[in-house]
């Protein structure tokens, strides 16, 4: 999956950051291989890399969310009081 986050100026051009990144010698190498065989760009590589990261990392903060909601529902007596009571209305 890949996370289109780009964004457009007034001029409908995409805004560009330059970034620089110190990756151990083994690792860039093995970009490089991965550049010849897919034949695409080390910056394409990379943006891949950071997009689906980023996009991980969102999935995993939202997983997270919503388990912190579903504790809050199962353990708060009120929330389970007005379930039971909407359970009793649709029970009519």
Do not use: C, W
Not at 25 to 48: D, F
Not at 64 to 87: C, G, R, V
Request: aromatic share 6%; charged share 25%; hydrophobic share 40%.
């Amino acid at each position: 999956m890949v996370l289109n986050v780009q964004e457009k100026s007034s001029a409908g051009k995409v805004a560009l950051a330059k970034v620089t990144v110190v990756l151990p010698q083994l690792l860039k190498n093995e970009v490089l291989q991965l550049k010849e065989t897919l034949h695409v760009s080390m910056n394409t590589i990379y943006q891949t890399a950071i997009a689906e990261y980023v996009a991980k990392k969102k999935r995993e903060q939202l997983r997270a969310e919503a388990k912190m909601m579903l504790d809050e529902y199962s353990s708060n007596p009120e929330i389970q009081e007005l379930i039971e009571f909407e359970e009793d209305i649709n029970a009519y």
